[in-house]
């Protein structure tokens, strides 16, 4: 799977020989900004569509079955490739991207009224396990950043998914409060078998956070052009 774009003029290349992602695998692609982490997530997470694939399956724990995500963005099938987010992937931005006009409660609750599924006491349930439960009816702007990456985290598994993909989730937290994030994602994600798969430029927070950190392969910049070989994923 190859990824090329332009930014400020120059030309960046991605290129993802071989990339196999066990179920239940935790695994953090590690380097500075501007080195393809977010392009790498984005798509993992099937929004951002490659320039060049060969070959991309995703076999969800969900339903077991194999899907051919190449095949989809060959025949330019985005309602496939939304169903399948929507169904089987969490997501958390670097902000939390939480909707502003909702309340804690609604945003949570979102992820699954996509999905149609019911949301009856949900919110609560995962307002409780992250410490947020007097937070339900208030708004983002009511809430502390911390507060708000706790309400992303719930959002994104609220809705069962089989993958949890994070974008820097740590990184506009004080060092404390990343460390209390870290550990209150890798025991959700223990608890419920889901593979988690994070971007970051905290490399000692990966490691002591027990994720298999990817570093030399993403950050091997030759020119412009970035290369992620990984062979064997398994946590």
Known sequence: MVKSYEAGGTEFRLSVPRLDILKGAKLAFVGESGSGKSTLLELLAMILRPTESK???????A????????????????????????????YV???????????????????????????????????????????????????SIGQRQRVAIARSLAHDPSVL????????????????IMELMIGLVDELGVTLIVASHAHRLMGRAGLQMIDHAIDAVSGNSMHVTVSDASS
Request: charged share 25%; glycine share 4%; aromatic share 4%.
């Open 55 to 61: 070959a991309f399956n995703f076999q969800p724990a």
């Open 63 to 90: 339903d077991g079955q194999i899907h051919d995500i190449a095949a989809a963005w060959e025949s330019a099938d985005a309602d496939h490739l939304s169903d399948l987010r929507s169904r089987h992937i969490g």
């Open 93 to 143: 931005l670097q902000s939390g991207g939480l909707l502003p006009y909702l309340t804690v409660r609604d945003n949570i609750n979102l992820s699954r009224r996509l999905v149609h599924r019911s949301t009856e006491d949900v919110a609560e349930h995962w307002a409780e396990r992250l410490n947020i439960a007097a937070q339900l009816d208030k708004q983002p702007a009511k809430l």
């Open 165 to 180: 993909i994070a974008d820097e989730p740590t990184a506009s937290v004080d060092p404390l409060h990343a460390e209390r």
